[in-house]
C-alpha cells in the first residue's frame, strides 16, 4: 500500500502518467487513486503541471545548435 506522501513524492519523480511508474507502485496508485480525494487533486495537478510545461517547451524559441 502507498500512502498520500510517499504518492506525492512518487508523482514528483515519476510524473503523472501512471503507465510509466513500475508495477508494484502503479497499482498500490491506482488503488489510492480510487480511494482518496486528496491523491485524485495531486495527480490532477501534477498532470496540469505536466501539460503546461510541455507547452511553453513547445512554444518555446529554438536557438541555432542547441
Known amino acids: 500500500m ?3 506522501q510517499r504518492f506525492e513524492e ?3 519523480r515519476r510524473g503523472p ?4 511508474w513500475p ?3 502503479r497499482a498500490a496508485a491506482a488503488t ?3 480511494t482518496s480525494t486528496a491523491a485524485r487533486v495531486a495527480h490532477e495537478e501534477a498532470a496540469r503541471m505536466q501539460d503546461l510545461l510541455a507547452a511553453v517547451v513547445d512554444t518555446a524559441p ?3 545548435g542547441a
Do not use: F, K
Not at 502518467?17 to 510509466?20: A, K, T
Open 2 to 4: 502507498i500512502n498520500l
Open 10 to 12: 512518487a508523482l514528483d
Open 17 to 20: 502518467d501512471l503507465e510509466r
Open 23 to 25: 508495477l508494484a507502485e
Open 32 to 34: 489510492l487513486l480510487v
Open 62 to 64: 529554438q536557438r541555432p
